[in-house]
């Protein structure tokens, strides 16, 4: 029988996972689980700043459909892989396709609603999406693997890849509208990451995911060992933290409309209550106790993401050129960083420090950074027009989109 560990989601089948995926040989399961599951988030890390340097060439489109066929291909070799070996090439695989597909999709959001509030409401919507899929997903796969087998958890998946990318080609082919052409070549990502503000979102998009990448690898032992918790508690830990996300995010978009230079304020108060709810997790001693601070922490990091990912278009538009490809790979960059380390250091973190003094260190470096986020309480009185005029008079046009704005302007 195996050791209980990685996601939680194996169900009563969890012991028949060595007899269905043969471990590498010599090594020891939790590691490899973790290694497995950090493989996606480290591969994407390298790709995106090629991904969003790519995405700023050749549009938004083409990228975001090939991320979903590469997402289809990785999710269907999931369902037959029976080795570890292919499993991990599968799992690097979907990282290839989320630092196109996350990257392109996001960048479109921003492209093509580029006015406030309609961008908060459009970002926030994806926000509310990608959380749902994050936190209904060890549910989903545990239900399905315990009563329908291994495959179909990963088989529909990969038709809800599929399908995505053909309401993509209905709705918005790429290439279809020949929009590239009359669009300004992008900033390089490199001068992207040195300009100060981006690197203060960056930086608090990275602090603030650190709570759940870290969580999710380890909550699980340790609700078994602190609480006894059942495989349906263990399943349905993070579930219920989808409705304050959701909520958060409806808050943030109000809020933005009716208070737009306030949005690092939105993000501080965000990173407070998550270092705050970090530090009650392990003070919880029963299921419906720990559901409160996991609320929390999803709350708090829905008000950071929905403050904070407009602001970084809005600081392209102001501060560079309006192509937002590589500004959003680095957004992504900020989310891996926190993925690639949870399911790899925290384990052992509370292996040699204690779960405890994890959950402080991360509640504390939320509270410690939010302070940070007052460097960003000046954006909103940046004018676009000046930046992105001394951008085109620097370099010169480079095409009939540059031509059209310096013959605008001189009018």
């Not at 480290?42 to 938004?60: A, C, E, F, H, K």
């Not at 070799?77 to 990282?95: D, K, P, V």
């Not at 930086?203 to 870290?214: K, R, Y």
Request: aromatic share 10%; net charge neutral.
């Amino acid at each position: 029988s195996a050791p209980a560990g990685g996601n939680g989601s194996g169900g009563g089948n969890r012991s028949l996972l060595p007899a269905r995926y043969p471990p590498a040989s010599g090594g020891n399961e939790d590691v490899q689980i973790g290694v497995l599951f950090a493989s996606k988030a480290m591969l994407q890390l390298l790709v995106n700043p090629l991904s969003g340097t790519l995405i700023d060439r050749v549009g938004y489109e083409a990228p975001l459909l090939a991320g979903l066929a590469v997402m289809f291909l990785s999710t269907a070799t999931f369902a037959f892989a029976e080795n570890y070996a292919t499993l991990f090439a599968a799992r690097s695989l979907q990282g290839l396709g989320s630092a196109f597909a996350d990257t392109a999709g996001i960048a479109l959001i921003a492209d093509r609603y580029a006015e406030e509030p309609a961008r908060s409401r459009a970002l926030g919507t994806a926000l509310a999406c990608i959380s749902f899929g994050s936190l209904a997903a060890p549910p989903f796969g545990g239900v399905l693997y315990e009563f329908a087998g291994k495959r179909v958890p990963f088989l529909v998946l990969a038709c809800v890849c599929l399908l995505d990318g053909l309401l993509l080609l209905a709705l918005a082919p790429p290439g279809g509208t020949g929009a590239r052409a009359n669009m300004p070549v992008g900033t390089p990502i490199h001068r992207l990451m040195v300009d100060p503000y981006i690197a203060v979102v960056a930086g608090a998009l990275a602090t603030c995911n650190i709570p759940l990448a870290f969580l999710e690898p380890t909550i699980a032992n340790w609700m078994k060992d602190s609480m006894g918790a059942s495989e349906w508690e263990v399943g349905l830990t993070w579930l219920p933290a989808f409705f304050p996300h959701v909520l958060g995010v409806y808050v943030t978009v109000r809020l933005a409309a009716a208070y737009p230079h306030l949005q690092w304020f939105y993000g501080a108060l965000g990173m407070a209550i998550i270092g705050a709810s970090s530090c009650l997790v392990p003070a919880c001693r029963n299921f419906g106790q720990v559901i409160i601070p996991l609320c929390g922490i999803c709350f708090g990091i829905a008000l950071v993401d929905t403050a904070l990912l407009p602001t970084l278009a809005f600081l392209v538009d102001v501060r560079h050129v309006s192509v937002y490809g590589s500004v959003y790979a680095i957004a992504d960059i900020s989310y891996s960083v926190a993925y690639a380390l949870g399911p790899i250091v925290a384990g052992q973190i509370v292996h040699t420090m204690g779960f405890a003094q994890l959950n402080l260190g991360m509640g504390l470096a939320n509270v410690l950074y939010a302070p940070v986020l007052l460097f960003l309480r000046n954006v909103c009185q940046m004018k676009p027009s000046h930046s992105e005029r001394n951008i085109l008079l620097e370099e010169g046009p480079k095409g009939l989109y540059d031509t059209i704005k310096m013959e605008e302007r001189k009018g």
